[in-house]
Structure formats: structure tokens, C-alpha cells
């Protein structure tokens, strides 16, 4: 079967508008080449040795958002439609960089393997190491390998804010924990909380497709037993309060969870928030204080912001 691959060249900020555009337009999922990843895990030490040296040479300067149709008679339309939504981006005051929109055809095995091809082990903290399924690796003393497979629309663990939280995890995960994962994605929190000792760790996601995925990689790392993913609306799905969670969403999720965030979290309970971008910082904080948590870490990474909270002890 053959599929149109459109390409988006914009800047690191409007790669969530941009992604958003082309799921308007009946894509599955995204690919996302972002420099500034790169450029991020050049300054860790202990990532950019486990990533394929040769990938800076492949990506363009700021981010390449791709996306893949199958070719039917009416693509060129949806692609016409896609062009006008990114030229229209700048009207809401959003930088776009070149808004540069191209196509080509491929073939599906092309498309649905192409991007592996630089996805290598990395360690994005001190202890979790996110393993692709394809890979070989042997893991030293006291690390712990996270196998991954994320399929095309979802994380590989790469981007900042996934690192700013699993960062965050090694520090407050511990044993006899009940951890909820909200917006779970492809699982990669909720494994990471299983691996570093949590004893239950309940993942939630609107999204179907993330919720497989996500069960997939449950069982691609044994961790049946205490990871649960459930489809579902935030904390819908929630029945008893947790000693923490974590949430990788986006700035304005983490302040709609605010208000009846301490419904669902123990006394001393930990909050790990990210996906917020540093422009929203003092808002998310904002919030975050109002609900009567107590911000005990905020954490950068280069444009993205992680914040650490704790719910106030028993009266």
C-alpha cells in the first residue's frame, strides 16, 4: 500500500500545533526529528553515548513534524488543508519558523521502520535505561532496562520532559507506593515507577491507541502484576488517593487537575507535574499553590519545566 508522508519543518515551540494539525487531518500518529532533543541529550553525559552518533547529521535546524496518509484520490486536498492550517498558526502569535510543508510518496514498510533506525538505548537518569525492543543491551550494575517498543504516534523517551520525569521518579519512588500515571502515553512513567519498586501503578490515557500500547509494554517488561492501564478521562478512573503522581501532559491539563488534585493524593503525597513549557511556569505554580500544595523542586530542561509538589501532612 502505498502512503503520502507530509512534512512539517517549524520550530520547537509549534510542534504541538503542528502535530495537532496533521491529526486533524486523519493521521495515526507523528514522527518528531527535534533538534533541541539532541541537543539536550549532548549534555548528558551518561545519554549521548548510548544514542546513534551519526543522527545530529540528519536533522534539520529546529523540528520536523511527520505525518502519513494513505494515498486515496481526495490526499492532495487534506494536504491543501494542512498547508493552510500552519500558514495559519502565526495568527495566534506562535512562531512557526520556515512552515516548510512537503510530501512524498512511500511504501508502508518504509514509513513504519524508517524512524527506528536512530532510536538507540538511552539513560536519561542514574538508574532507568529506556531500551528499544530491538536492541541488544547489557545493563550495569544497578541499572534498571526498560524495554520499549512505542509504535509510530508515541514517545521514545528522548524528549525532556520524559526525562525530567523519570529524573524525578528515581527520587521519590518507593516501595509499597500506589502511583498513578496520568496521560500515560506509551507507558514509559508507569514501567519506570514498576522497575524502581512501586508496589501498584494504575496509567491513564484518553487516548485508545496509548492505552495499547502502553499494556504492550506492560508485558514487554513483566511488570504485569503491579502496572494497570485503564482508558479514561484524567482521574476519572481513580478510586482511593495515591502517594504519587506523575503527570507529563500539558501546562494547561496540570492546571484543570489542580482544584481536586488532593482528592486522589495521601497526606505527604508527591506530585510530579512536566509538559509545561517555560512560558507558563508562574501559571502552572500559580495553581499548583492554590490547590494547597507545597512546590518542594522545579526543574528545567531547555524550553520545558518540571514541577515537584507535596500535598500537606494530616491535620
Known amino acids: 500500500m502505498k502512503w503520502i508522508e507530509i512534512s512539517i519543518q517549524t520550530t520547537s515551540g509549534a510542534v504541538e500545533a503542528v502535530s495537532n494539525i496533521l491529526y486533524d487531518a486523519g493521521v495515526t500518529g507523528v514522527a518528531i526529528e527535534d533538534i533541541r532533543d539532541l541537543e539536550m541529550l549532548q549534555k548528558e553525559e551518561n545519554s549521548w553515548e548510548l544514542i546513534d552518533e551519526t543522527l545530529a547529521d540528519t536533522y534539520l535546524e529546529g523540528a520536523v513534524v511527520k505525518g502519513y496518509l494513505p494515498e486515496t484520490t481526495n490526499v492532495m486536498d487534506q494536504v491543501d488543508l494542512i498547508r493552510k492550517s500552519v500558514d495559519y498558526l502565526p495568527q495566534y502569535g506562535l512562531d512557526i519558523g520556515l512552515g516548510k510543508v512537503t510530501v512524498s510518496a512511500v511504501d508502508e514498510m518504509d514509513w513504519s521502520n524508517e524512524w527506528k533506525k536512530h532510536f538507540k538505548p538511552l539513560k536519561p537518569g542514574n538508574l532507568i535505561v529506556i531500551k528499544p525492543s530491538w536492541e541488544a543491551y547489557t545493563a550495569a550494575d544497578k541499572e534498571l532496562v526498560l524495554e520499549i517498543d512505542p509504535g509510530m504516534a508515541f514517545g521514545t523517551g528522548t524528549h525532556e ?34 522497575l524502581l519498586g512501586a508496589k501498584k501503578v494504575i496509567g491513564v490515557d484518553l487516548d485508545t491507541l496509548a492505552v495499547k500500547i502502553s499494556r504492550e509494554n506492560v508485558a514487554l517488561n513483566k511488570v504485569e502484576e503491579q502496572v494497570e492501564v485503564y482508558e479514561g478521562n484524567l482521574m476519572d478512573v481513580l478510586v482511593q488517593p495515591g502517594d504519587l503522581i506523575v503527570s507529563n501532559i ?66
Open 161 to 194: 520532559t520524559t526525562s525530567l520525569c523519570i529524573e524525578e521518579l528515581e527520587k521519590y519512588v518507593e516501595k509499597d507506593q500506589l502511583v498513578y500515571d496520568i496521560g500515560c502515553g506509551s507507558g514509559i512513567l508507569s514501567v519506570a515507577a514498576a
Open 250 to 315: 500539558i501546562a494547561e491539563i496540570i492546571i484543570k487537575m489542580c482544584p481536586g488534585i488532593l482528592k486522589y493524593l495521601k497526606p505527604d503525597g508527591i506530585w510530579i507535574s512536566s509538559g509545561i513549557i517555560r512560558d507558563k511556569q508562574r501559571e502552572v505554580e500559580s495553581a499548583i499553590e492554590k490547590a494547597g500544595l507545597e512546590i518542594i523542586e522545579v526543574r528545567s530542561k531547555g524550553e520545558w519545566i518540571s514541577i515537584t509538589a507535596k500535598a500537606p501532612k494530616r491535620p
